[in-house]
C-alpha cells in the first residue's frame, strides 16, 4: 500500500486562513470543510471546496488542489510521480522572491515522495528548504497552530535523522527531536479545529503504529480518526491492523465487514471501491484475521 503523507498540507492552508483572517477576509472556514471532506473521502464536496477556496486565494487553491489530488491518486493505488511531475512545472510559476507558503508546501510534498521511495538524501534536501521558512511560518499567533508545526516539523526531522546514515551518529538531536515533537502533537492531538486534530491524530497512529510498533497506543488515534472519517479506507486499513496486533478479532472483522458496505454504497468510483475492498481484505489477512 502506498502509504498517505503527513505533509503539512493543511498547516500551509491553515496559515493562510490565518493571515486571511488578520487582514479582514471574508468569514467561514472553507479549508476545514475541504480537509474533512477529502479525509473521508467525499472528492465531489472538496472539489466544491477548492473552487470556493480558490476564488479567495490563489495559493491556497494551489495548496489544496495539491492535497486533493494527492488523496485522490491514494484512493486509487496510483502512482504519485505524476504529482511531482506537476510541482516541478509549478514551481517554475513561483513569484520572485518566493511566497514562503508555496515554497514550504512544495517542498514539503518532494520531502515525503522521496521518504516513500526511501531516497532519504533528497528528501533531507528538500527537508532543509522547509526549515529555512520555519521562523515565518511559526510567527502564526494561534498558539495552537504553532504547536502543530513545531510538532510536525520536529517528528518528521527526527525520522529523516534516524533513517539517514550520516545522521545516525546524532542520536540525541533525534531523541530530542522526536520526543518534543510527540509531546506537542499530543496536545495538539484533542484541539477543537479539526485539521489541527486531524493531522496529530493521523501522525500519532501511523508513529506509533509503523516507528515504535506500539499498537495499544496507535488504538487512541485510530479510533479518532475511523470514527470522524468513516469512508477513509486507508484510516481502516490501520485501524483493522493496530485491532488485530492486539488480539481484537472479532471487532476487528466488524469494522472490516462495515467498511466494505460503506465503500459499495458510496459515491467513489469503481477503481476506487475495487481498491478499497482490496485493501481492507488486506489489512485482515496481513495479520491473519
Not at 503539512?8 to 479549508?31: I, V, W
Not at 522526536?178 to 491524530?201: D, F, M, V, Y
Request: glycine share 6%; proline share 4%; with cysteine.
Amino acid at each position: 500500500m502506498k502509504k498517505a503523507g503527513y505533509i503539512l498540507f493543511f498547516l500551509c492552508l491553515l496559515c493562510g486562513a490565518e493571515s486571511r483572517a488578520q487582514k479582514g477576509a471574508p468569514t467561514g472556514n472553507p479549508e476545514s470543510g475541504l480537509y474533512q471532506a477529502i479525509l473521508n473521502f467525499d472528492f465531489p464536496a472538496a472539489r466544491r471546496y477548492l473552487s470556493s477556496i480558490d476564488a479567495v486565494n490563489t495559493e491556497a487553491g494551489i495548496v489544496g488542489e495539491t492535497q486533493f489530488l494527492w488523496w485522490y491518486a491514494i484512493s486509487e493505488g496510483e502512482s504519485l510521480h505524476p504529482l511531482l511531475r506537476l510541482i516541478d512545472s509549478l514551481t517554475t510559476l513561483l513569484p520572485t522572491p518566493e511566497d514562503p507558503l508555496l515554497s514550504t508546501h512544495f517542498s514539503m510534498v518532494k520531502m515525503r515522495l522521496f521518504a516513500l521511495e526511501s531516497n532519504y538524501i533528497k528528501a533531507w534536501k528538500a527537508w532543509t528548504a522547509v526549515e529555512k521558512n520555519l521562523p515565518e511560518l511559526l510567527q502564526q499567533k494561534n498558539d495552537s497552530l504553532v504547536y502543530l508545526i513545531e510538532g510536525m516539523c520536529r517528528c518528521i526531522k527526527g525520522e529523516l535523522q534516524r533513517k539517514i546514515p550520516f545522521l545516525i551518529r546524532d542520536s540525541l538531536t533525534q531523541r530530542v527531536n522526536t520526543t518534543k515533537g510527540i509531546r506537542l502533537l499530543k496536545i495538539c492531538s484533542t484541539n477543537q479545529n479539526p485539521i489541527i486534530r486531524g493531522e496529530a491524530n493521523y501522525y500519532l497512529m501511523r508513529y506509533y503504529a509503523d516507528i515504535t510498533i506500539n499498537p495499544l497506543e496507535a488504538l487512541t488515534y485510530s479510533t479518532y480518526l475511523i470514527t470522524t472519517y468513516p469512508q477513509n479506507y486507508i484510516f481502516r486499513y490501520y485501524h483493522i491492523q493496530i485491532l488485530l496486533a492486539i488480539d481484537q478479532r472479532q471487532e476487528a472483522q466488524k469494522i472490516a465487514i462495515e467498511g466494505k458496505q460503506r465503500i459499495r454504497k458510496s459515491n467513489l468510483n469503481p477503481e476506487q471501491k475495487a481498491y478499497g475492498i482490496k485493501l481492507i481484505t488486506k489489512a485482515c489477512s496481513l495479520s491473519g484475521g
